[in-house]
């Protein structure tokens, strides 16, 4: 058995980029409940408005069903009394049952940023645990700095994290806080950390800076630990912690480690996801386990294996952690690709049919097109080869420009003309820009006799330039994703004229959003 503590809404939002209200800090809080996470470390009361707004909230308005919740704080200052410090009030007045500390471990800290003497340092530890212990706290104490502190000086290292175990301290978690360790390095310091002090029950913690902080939490789990710390989806300071979305499968599925119940590992996909939607960060497609990609498959040897085969070129059922497989379409598939995506959409065709259409997207993607990315095109390239039509729209013209007023604003207008059941429609329609004017004016032609087109958003927008050199003439791609707030698709442009390539994924991202409507 291994306790997974999570430590995103504390560490994690030490990252770049990251800033959580407290609302948005509660949502997290369920999701790793749901999740099954052991411990949910809250954050460091009295020291951030914030995270003392948290735990009131906290104690009120969450009912957590497998987590505890974990104030975070440090050890009583220098040459000061533990019971007098404001600091240690703060923790007991957040009425968690769990306390996290940090203390140091590094003598090099303790002498040069404590500027106090390794004596005290040690009487620092002793003093805080005794004094929360007694305040009928289960205590944790985050061993700061450690294999850098026992690489330096072993020995004062070892006293540390002896005197938390004497002291009370549940658990002293080993920490790689510069995150320079390697695999070898971080199991060779646990193991002799627990041959020096048996009684005590260890924690590993680590930090990505080399590279590694997955692979040093299972090397310290081999050693002997018993508590893993980390974030969800890599968050924190610097490259970021140890990533529990690959740590918890790796655990359970790889080395039958028991941590979180297997039946919730299953959530782990969605909860990475939607998590990553409230830090507002989007997650790397071919992040592992979790990534859009992680289960994807371009090359044709690959998706022809797995038309018979499942597990030919997949580490495990991307089921087990709540992900699908994905056929991707490019020019380096074959036919078995396109057989296999096309049924993925409910279209069924032959293999004359599917090696037209595996010739087609050669064609495109020799052309800057790139089919992999833009799932709405592929099914358009699919259903124009078995002789269909789409009968929601045909266009006559469209023109768009950009003005810019005198009081500094500038409002893009698009005028479109189409043909819709047989009807002349024109339409006109002022955004943002020239992307923007386009898809209202076109949404505005099709309404009347499609009302369910205002349903559909364009939800991301990105445009590059394939041939730099060209300079202005270049040609250029556009990839947008569009949604009618159920699922997403992409769509693809390209064109010498960035309207027009703008304007083709525009209209078919419409297209399929009508074929997804009606």
């Known amino acids: ?49 914030k995270d003392t707004e948290f735990f009131a909230r906290a104690e009120k308005e969450l009912d957590l069903e497998n987590a505890t919740l974990v104030a975070f704080g440090s050890t009583r200052r220098a040459d000061t009394d533990a019971a007098s410090d404001p600091q240690l009030q703060a923790l007991l007045e957040a009425n968690t049952d769990v306390i996290c500390i940090v203390a140091k471990s590094w003598d090099y800290h303790v002498t040069e940023a404590l500027r106090t003497s390794l004596d005290e340092g040690v ?38 994290v002896r005197a938390a175990s004497e002291a009370g301290a549940e658990r002293v978690i080993l920490c790689d806080t510069n995150g320079g360790g ?3 390095e971080i199991s060779t310091a646990v193991a002799a950390t627990k041959a020096a002090v048996p009684n005590a029950d260890l924690g590993i913690h680590t930090h990505n800076d080399s590279g590694c902080a997955v692979a040093n939490t299972l090397a310290g789990v081999r050693a002997g630990v018993v ?44 909860i990475s996801h939607l998590i990553a939607d409230l830090v507002n960060i989007t997650i790397d497609p071919h992040h592992p386990y979790v990534g859009t990609s992680a289960f994807a498959h371009k090359a044709g040897l690959h998706t022809s294996a797995l038309a018979r085969r ?129 898809d209202r004016a076109l ?22 330039v394939l041939d730099p050199a060209a300079g202005t003439a270049a040609v250029t791609r556009v990839l947008l994703e569009m949604s009618d707030g159920k699922q997403a698709w992409g769509t693809i442009g390209v064109h010498e004229n960035i309207i027009e390539a703008s304007w083709e994924a525009v209209a078919d991202g419409v297209v399929i959003g009508l074929l997804r409507l009606i």
């Open 1 to 49: 058995m291994v306790e997974i503590y999570d430590t995103t809404l504390r560490d994690g939002t030490q990252r770049e980029g990251i800033s959580l209200t407290v609302e948005e800090k509660l949502k997290v809080a369920v999701l790793l409940d749901e999740l099954g996470v052991h411990y949910i470390e809250g954050g460091w009361p009295g020291a951030l408005p």
């Open 123 to 160: 009487a620092m530890v002793t003093d805080t645990v005794t004094f929360l212990r007694n305040e009928g706290k289960r205590v944790f104490v985050d061993a700061e700095h450690y294999f850098d502190g026992y690489k330096q000086s072993p020995e004062y290292a070892l006293r540390v």
């Open 182 to 184: 390697l695999p070898s």
């Open 227 to 270: 508590q893993v710390q980390g974030c969800v989806n890599g968050y924190g300071e610097r490259t970021g912690n140890a990533d529990l979305c690959t740590v918890v499968p790796d655990l359970v599925l790889k080395l039958g480690v028991e941590a979180i119940p297997k039946e919730r590992l299953t959530r782990l996909t969605t």
């Open 310 to 438: 499942r597990d030919a070129y997949e580490h495990i059922s991307p089921a087990e952690v709540g992900n699908t497989t994905r056929m991707v379409v490019s020019e380096m598939a074959g036919r078995s690709t396109v057989l296999g995506k096309a049924r993925e959409q409910g279209l069924d065709l032959d293999d004359e049919t599917a090696a037209a259409i595996l010739a087609t997207v050669k064609d495109l993607e020799a052309r800057g097109y790139q089919i992999e990315a833009a799932d709405g095109t592929f099914e358009l390239i699919v259903r124009r080869a078995t002789g269909w039509e789409q009968p929601f729209f045909e266009l006559e013209s469209y023109r768009v420009f950009t003005e810019r007023r005198a009081d500094g604003q500038v409002v893009a207008e698009a005028t479109i003309k189409v043909h819709v059941k047989g009807e002349r429609v024109v339409a006109t329609a002022e955004g943002d820009g020239p992307v923007n004017a386009l």
């Open 443 to 464: 949404r505005q032609a099709l309404a009347s006799t499609f009302p369910d087109v205002e349903l559909l958003r364009l939800t991301d927008y990105r445009v590059r």
